[in-house]
């Protein structure tokens, strides 16, 4: 099983709507938790970054951590064409060496219908 | 923003051949990676440098060696390129582990 899966969507939604990624993870020594953005032929960028549980937002964008039940959200409000990208979750850190590497999901991809 | 150049941007080249791909950074971030991207299987680290002269392995390091010579330069190299290694490429950089990694542009390379 890998660490992070991650539904591939693809998802395609109208402008304007409420857009909600999921991610789930196998290991509750997972503390920090990040969603990428990724535009066609670009580089992932950092879009959030959170630690252990909890909501954090900026902006439009939410990114929720619920590690009762090792589940990773990213909620994005008011959805612009501009979103439209793939986005990928990632997990790090943990009480053993090596589990500080960055493991991705395989990325969710999001179209924001005009 | 990374400051992460690599290049080439797209290469093809033939099976057995050697390629070195090449990551350049402007900051001085100790820390820097190499992931490649596939359809199915997302980004997997190939391997990671911990300064000059110190790298380690990650996931999927069969076939694939790499230097640090600089502190500003990462190589990739592909000793005798096969065609599962066709694939985007991506140069990576951080201050310290724990701390949140940027990523280049890509490298696109094609094995036929």
């Known amino acids: 099983q890998k660490e992070v899966e991650q539904d591939p969507g693809p998802l395609s939604v109208p402008e304007g709507a409420i857009v909600s990624l999921n991610c789930t993870y196998s290991?509750?020594?997972?503390?920090?938790f990040m969603w990428y953005r990724q535009y066609s032929r670009k580089g992932p960028e950092l879009l959030m970054y959170t630690y252990s549980s909890g909501n954090k937002e900026d902006g439009r964008f939410t990114a929720q951590v619920d590690k009762s039940s090792k589940y990773i959200s990213l909620f994005i409000r008011d959805s612009q064409p501009s979103d439209s990208a793939t986005y990928l979750c990632?997990?790090?850190?943990?009480?053993?060496?090596?589990?500080?590497?960055?493991?991705f999901g395989k990325g969710t991809k999001l179209t924001v219908n005009p | 923003d990374a400051g992460i150049t690599q290049s080439p941007r797209h290469k093809v080249t033939e099976t057995g051949t050697p390629v070195t791909l090449r990551c350049h950074q402007t900051e001085n971030h100790r820390y820097m990676y190499w992931y490649r991207q596939d359809p199915g299987h997302g980004l997997r680290l190939i391997h990671y440098?911990?300064?000059?002269?110190?790298?380690d392995k990650g996931e999927v390091s069969d076939g694939y060696s790499v230097s640090r010579s600089k502190t500003e330069d990462f190589l990739l190299t592909l000793e005798s390129a096969t065609s599962s290694q066709t694939s985007v490429y991506f140069c990576a950089n951080s201050q310290g582990y724990t701390d949140t990694q940027y990523f280049g542009p890509g490298t696109r390379l094609t094995v036929l």
């Open positions: 290991n509750s020594a997972f503390q920090y």
């Open positions: 440098s911990y300064g000059v002269k110190d790298t």
């Open positions: 990632a997990r790090k850190g943990g009480a053993q060496g090596g589990s500080e590497k960055l493991v």
